[in-house]
């Protein structure tokens, strides 16, 4: 078994180096006589290992302990690094590198922005990469999901993502390589997830009512490009067969306030849905705290064949303005015009979100999330309305809760999408608002780790319970108070690259 490992030098003797990695972990690695030293790709010693240098080592595991069999060193010198202090530098703000501290509660997150180096500050953006680096990571969960009331449905299932990075320096800059699959289209129904008041996407050329839809296989297809222009400051671009344009908050599924809830959230498609999106051109500068982006996109949702990618030339817009605060906060604020974005509704679409999060780069054990996601249409406008958060209580227990109010088409949660009784052409919607609140808690099987053939595995076993605020006019179809549960069992594996990224719970 071997690992990839990237941080500073914390100690090093003739033949044990100790090295902090990005979550704040220290890890001791063995070293011996086979082990190479390099330095800009020339030769280089074991003398060089200073406390605070930068290095990446290839890690092997032996029956009890990690050998190193090749360091890469960055030249330079620093501090030797803390265990006490967390360097928060004024307009780091959530990509602030995190210590050893608490780093067992941090918060797991998988945003692709920061993983893709698209901020003014890449944490891993000091050390050189000569040569590919690679690094992969995932989610499964097994559920038993239970939707209750006359709308309800249940279902074994499973819902999962994996992805692929590779990195290397090309000339004055990085080059990121991203994929990204599910396997959902095999995991879930054809009709997706059953979930109380979710809509959004079709199924045999009618709308889905009460189903989250299942995720493509293809979900990001992307080359990203960063220059550094300091410390605190870098232009990308990125250029995707299937991506995320720069429009609204990370998507909920990679955030690290969404915590280990299973379930989508209701106003996904009014906040997020564009996280899989055909044929995006993305162009970005941050400065210190500040970031600015803009993308070009093919602004059709994705058709009912899971299994392909639906590549169409860009005829849809964002702007995105980010802001990175000190003390761990951070917020955004978007606007994108997609072009017929419904398969069943003819029409533009124009959507604006703002969102404030707090932990959001998972370097501490709380985070929390507010979003606002709007969108006007030729047939009337709808609004969504999220709070969120998660919890690291201890290494091994993390709790969850998520609050909505989502606007929702009357007529789609009376009649399915079966069209009994149809809509005049060009009539107004009518929507009613549906608040949905969730508590969840997830225990992980930290005693696992001690087995070696899962010390690279994290396995947890949770669950969740969520009550609704159900509109009067829908009750005949939903009942008076439905509740709806998940119980699951999840696996995770990889460690994130960025600020805080922590396989710890």
Known sequence: MSEHLMGKVVSATADIVRIQTADGTVRELHTDAQTRYERSGHPAGAGDLRPGTSVMVDAERMDDHWMARRVQIEGGEATQPSHTETPTAPGQGAYAMP??????RNLFQSDMWLMAGMTPRDPMGDMAMPQWRWMTMGIVRLVYNRQGGPSGDDAFESTNWSMIMGQRDVGRGRLTLMAMNSAEPATLASGGSPQLFQTGETLHGRPLVDRQHPHDLFMNLSATYRVPLGSESAWWAQAALRGEPALGPTAYMHRASAGENPAAILGHHLQDSTHITDTVFTVGAGWHWLTVEASAFH???????RWDIDPGAP??????VKVSLPSGWSGQVSHGFLKHPEALVPGNLRRTTASVHYGESGDRPLAGSFVWGHNSEDHGSS???LLEGAWQLTPADHVYARAERVDKDLHLLEEKGLDQHPEPAGAEETTVAVRALTVGYLRDLVVLRDVKVLDQLHLGLGADLTVYGVPSEVKAVY????????VFLRARWGRPHGSGGHMGH
Do not use: K, L, W
């Open 315 to 320: 005829d849809s817009v964002s702007a995105r």
């Open 479 to 486: 009942g008076d108070s439905p509740v709806s549960v998940h």
């Open 99 to 104: 210590t050893d501290t608490g780093s067992e």
């Open 383 to 385: 609004d969504s309305f």
């Open 299 to 305: 602004g059709a949702e994705p058709d009912e064949d």
